[in-house]
């Protein structure tokens, strides 16, 4: 395998040969100069690191006549955010004395 500076690829940082002819093991986490398997495939299944994770959000308005209003509902993983006003119920609002669950 190949690691690169950046994806123009112009710049080569490390060059690498893994032999897997299944004599030895392959364990997660198992680092190879400077790449680490964080997941494989083998004929028992899929193997990774990374763990499924599912998350809600309750958003209440305790006021008794106001409606609320939200200007911004971003998520980030990774570094990366998206923006999820639009997955709200009714976007940007919350009626009063409500309570919604994202």
Not at 18 to 26: F, M
């Amino acid at each position: 395998f190949y690691v690169y500076s950046d994806s123009s690829k112009t710049n080569l940082l490390q060059l690498s040969s893994v032999h897997t002819s299944c004599s030895q093991n392959l364990f997660l986490k198992d680092k190879f100069g400077s790449v680490q398997l964080l997941i494989f495939e083998n004929e028992f299944g899929l193997f990774t690191c990374f763990v499924g994770a599912t998350y809600s959000y309750t958003l209440s308005n305790e006021a008794a006549a106001n409606a609320g209003a939200i200007v911004e509902f971003t998520s980030t993983t990774n570094g990366v955010s998206d923006d999820c006003l639009d997955d709200l119920p009714a976007p940007g609002v919350i009626p009063p004395d409500t309570t919604i669950v994202v």
